[in-house]
Structure formats: C-alpha cells, structure tokens
C-alpha cells in the first residue's frame, strides 16, 4: 500500500491504495463517484473513460500510481447536465438503457476540447473504443456535431 | 424456466385460471434463468396465456386497491399505476423493467394519455415488485400490446373519477364537466379545478369499472416522441445500475 494525492474533479484526495490498483476502483469504491461504470475490465468497451488532462483513458486500465495530473469524471464535467455535450445528448435523446453513455459522453467532450470542429472521420476514431450494446451510435454522432455546431455559434 | 412450463402444461389441462394466475407469479420470479431451454412454441404459449393471466391477476378495478392508503385520504390512488396527491404532484408508476426498450417512458405514456394531463405535469416512477402489477419482465417485445389496454382503462378510470368529484363539487351533471390537462372544466362558465383540489374527494368515490377510451384521433401523448424520462440521470451519471446498488451491510467477494 502506498499513499497517493489526486486531483479529481478540482478536489483534492488522498487516499491509500496498491499502486496497481485500477483508477476506476478509486473513484466508484473509495470516493462514491460512481458515475464512472464498470464495463470490461481491460480498456475494450469505453464505459468506465474519464479525462487525465483533458485526455480520454480507461479508467479501469490505469493504475493510480501512473496518473500525473487532473482527473476529470462525469460528476465533474457539470453538476447539472449543462455541458454541451450532455445538452446534445439530452435534445437528440441519445441515451438508451444508459450504462454505456457515461463512458460516450467522456469520450465525446475530450474529441471537442481539441477538435471544436471535428470531421466524420475525426469522431469515427475519438469514439471507436466506445461500444453501445443498444446500439445508440448514430444519435451519438448526431449529437457530437449538434455540441460542435452549438460551440461554433456562441 | 421448466416449473414454469409445468404448471402452464397444467394450467392448460385444467383449464383453471389460479393456475394461469400461478403460473404468471412464477413467472416474474423465475424468468430468465434457463431461458436457453424453451423453444418457440412455448414461448407462444407462454406469451398468450401471459396476456390472459394479466388481465385477470392485475386486478385493475378491485376496491381494495381503490383503498389502499386509508391513511392518506388526501392521495387519490384508484388503482396501483397511478396517485394524485392534493399536493399538486401526480405520479405515475411503470411497472415493466427498464433495459434500454424506453418502457418506463412509454407505458406512462398510455396512463398519462388517458388520465388527460400535460406530459410536463407528471412524474414517472418505477414501480416496486409487485403481483398487482400483473407479470413485471423485459423480453419477446410484449410489454405495450398486452398492457397498453389495462393502462388505458387505469388512466382513463382515474379521469373519470376526477370529473365525477368536480361534478358533485359543482352540484352540476357529469355531461357538463370534461377534463383537460390535469384540469376539470365546467362548460356554462369554463371555471375549472385542479386534479390536487378534486383528489380528495375523487378518493372517495367508487372506482370506475368501464371507463370510456378516448378515440384514437384524439391521443396527444401517445404517437408522440418523447424523450427518455431518465436521460438528465444517465447523462450525468446519476442513474443508479445493479453495479452501483449498494445495500446496508452488503459485503464484496471476489471469485
């Protein structure tokens, strides 16, 4: 066990942990943000994606001791679904049964935090590691360039 | 799965509905388990008799449901998909599983069109476990077609019931009342009252048994596309999973 400080959504935490332990295990079992799913467990599905440095990464995947940096997860995108993203979701009622969105709307938000603008093939690679077993992905593309056209406006 | 189809095999032979009645319980208990095991035909006949036990397990109009909160005489609840409290909040329940079909947004959907209420105006839980629900499961692409009259005839009970409060309030006859939008109107002077002011005195009155259907061109929620009732939950991650559940006292093995 070792002792690791994270900054996770602009607070700071410590927290004791093996330093293989999954960053996804901290946040869902040590700090209640469960948000963040669990899907497969080896960085296939997207589910449990959040932001290190404004990057997507698979949560499950990473080991705490190699995170340098701000973590970001749903719970800190917005308080309240004001996002734009989450906004685009909400008008293009993309979600399904939901498990999965967490991890698609993490994805997205990063692709438009580099590429306001992001071409179809731009959103084919930033979101092709993020599976939808209800199969929601072309409302999900819908509403990636319906958050950028907004974006570009204001 | 198996003591499933053996007492629908009974059932069958006997003819007699406490079976089907038992037949259905077991079959929001057990279903799923073994599902590899029943083949086309049972499903067929598992799926018929399922609508049939439905319509006689749910109960819709018995009174004891009519008075299931003596407690709260200000909740108007006739039947158990639906309250209306005199606090202005009506709630209605969905009794299906959510597994990404849009079942908790589209059976209320039915109540809410027949109740006769703005979209905006109510609230949609998800209803407990339950046998007065009738059979509570996801799959074989059911859920509407053989609920869609049961909820109807909840939600259009409910409305009637509401227009016979107003029209006893008003000393006036029920042809001159009519409902809209979580309101009842007088026709001489278009004064109107609140389904929260009537829930009181609708609580008291004898539920509807045959209630009547809007005609179809009439249906303003259903037909309509509306979103999901969990989407501001999910896309905030604030929609509770099975993963996510986590009981008092619950302990986490690992296998």
């Known amino acids: 066990m070792a002792s690791y400080t994270l900054l996770i959504n602009n607070n700071s935490f410590t927290i004791e942990a093996d330093p293989d332990t999954p ?34 990464v698979r949560s499950c995947s990473l080991p705490v001791s190699a995170i340098k940096g701000k973590v970001t997860t ?24 939901g498990y999965c969105q967490v991890g698609q709307i993490m994805s997205a938000a990063a692709l438009l935090g580099k ?14 590691g993020n599976i939808c077993r209800c199969g929601t992905y072309t409302r999900i593309k819908k509403a990636i360039k319906a958050a950028a056209a907004k974006g570009e406006k204001s | 799965m198996k003591k499933i189809l053996t007492l629908l095999t009974n059932s069958e032979e ?8 038992t037949a259905m319980s077991n079959l929001g208990i057990d279903n799923g388990s073994t599902s590899a095991e029943i083949n086309r035909r049972d499903f067929l006949k598992l799926s018929s008799l399922a609508s049939a036990g439905l319509m006689l397990s749910i109960g819709l109009l018995d009174s004891k ?22 606090d202005g909040k009506i709630t209605i329940l969905s009794k299906n599983p959510e597994i990404g079909q849009g079942i908790k947004t ?17 609230e949609v839980q998800q209803a407990p476990l339950d046998n007065r629900f009738g059979a509570q499961f996801a799959g074989g692409s059911t859920g509407i077609k053989t609920n869609f009259d049961t909820l109807r005839k909840a939600g259009a009970a409910a409305r009637e ?15 001159q009342c009519y409902a809209e939008k979580g309101f009842v109107y007088r026709k001489d002077s278009g004064a109107k009252l609140t389904y929260a002011e009537l829930a009181e005195r609708a ?11 809007k005609p179809f061109k009439e249906f303003k929620i259903i037909g309509r596309e509306i979103p999901g009732v969990d989407n501001l939950k999910i896309v905030t991650g604030k929609a509770e999973f099975g993963l996510d559940a986590k009981p008092k006292g619950m302990l986490v093995a690992v296998i």
Do not use: Y
């Open chain 2, 203 to 213: 609580s008291q009155l004898n539920v509807r048994e045959n209630p009547v259907l």
């Open chain 2, 14 to 21: 006997k003819k007699g509905s406490s079976l089907t009645n």
């Open chain 2, 161 to 175: 019931m509401l227009v016979e409060a107003a029209s006893r309030k008003w000393n006036i006859s029920l042809d």
């Open chain 2, 65 to 86: 449901i009519a008075k299931a909160s003596p407690d709260a005489p200000a909740t108007f609840e006739p039947s158990v998909f639906l309250r209306i409290g005199s």
């Open chain 1, 115 to 128: 590429k306001p603008k992001p071409t179809d093939a731009d959103i084919d690679t930033a979101m092709s």
């Open chain 2, 106 to 122: 589209s059976l209320p959907q039915i109540i809410a069109e027949e109740l006769e209420v703005d979209w905006t105006q109510i």
């Open chain 1, 74 to 97: 749903i719970e800190g995108l917005s308080p309240d679904g004001s996002h734009p993203v989450q906004q685009a979701w909400m008008e293009l009622d993309v979600p399904q049964c």
């Open chain 1, 23 to 56: 960053l996804l295990w901290v946040l869902r079992d040590e700090l209640e943000l469960k948000g963040t799913k669990f899907g497969c467990g080896k960085a296939q599905c997207g589910a449990c994606t959040v932001h290190v440095n404004g990057n997507a």
